[in-house]
């Protein structure tokens, strides 16, 4: 839910399908509703659970009077668990997309990598590429060559954030 808060603002690195008509305060905005839905059901499930071990630590010896409460309790998960799911799948998981245009974006304005910097100019020089960047509000390579540390071609082969974030 979280990454798909935007449109303009917040994470928004998933483009979420738009199910239903958008935000009734905010015109544009997708929400969130099917992974609230399931979220809502994993909080019953999880309510069912508390339920179940409860009235199960209420048998006594051989005899449980409570099976009735723990079956119901049972079935109830595994029905609102089958059917979320199958919702979730078919109305979110099959339209949901990464925005890769934004997700570019967070991860070339990213000072994380600059770790990668360490091994090759210390934790000094890395360090102050960092604030640089901060201060001048420049691109980690922006504040790297203009610092002087690093030159363009080392920039683009110490930090491969194409390497650093593809699929395994």
């Not at 071990?53 to 119901?72: F, M, R």
């Not at 998960?77 to 990464?98: P, Q």
């Not at 360090?127 to 504040?143: C, D, F, G, T």
Request: proline residues 5%; negative net charge.
């Amino acid at each position: 839910m979280l990454l798909g808060s935007g449109p303009r603002a917040g994470f928004a690195e998933l483009i979420l399908p738009a199910n239903e008509p958008g935000s009734s305060i905010m015109p544009g905005k997708v929400n969130p509703t099917q992974a609230e839905a399931l979220a809502m059901v994993c909080c019953r499930v999880i309510g069912n659970h508390t339920t179940v071990t409860l009235a199960n630590g209420l048998g006594t010896l051989e005899l449980n009077a409570y099976k009735p409460v723990i079956i119901y309790s049972l079935l109830q998960s595994v029905s609102l668990l089958a059917g979320a799911a199958s919702s979730f799948a078919e109305h979110m998981v099959e339209g949901v997309e990464a925005d890769r245009e934004r997700i570019a974006e967070l991860l070339d304005r990213s000072l994380m990598p600059v770790t990668a910097l360490n091994p090759h100019i210390g934790y000094d020089k890395a360090a102050e590429i960092a604030k640089l960047a901060v201060q001048r509000n420049l691109s980690l390579r922006e504040a790297a060559i203009a610092s002087g540390h690093v030159t363009e071609e080392q920039f683009r082969q110490w930090i491969d954030l194409e390497g650093m974030t593809r699929e395994v």
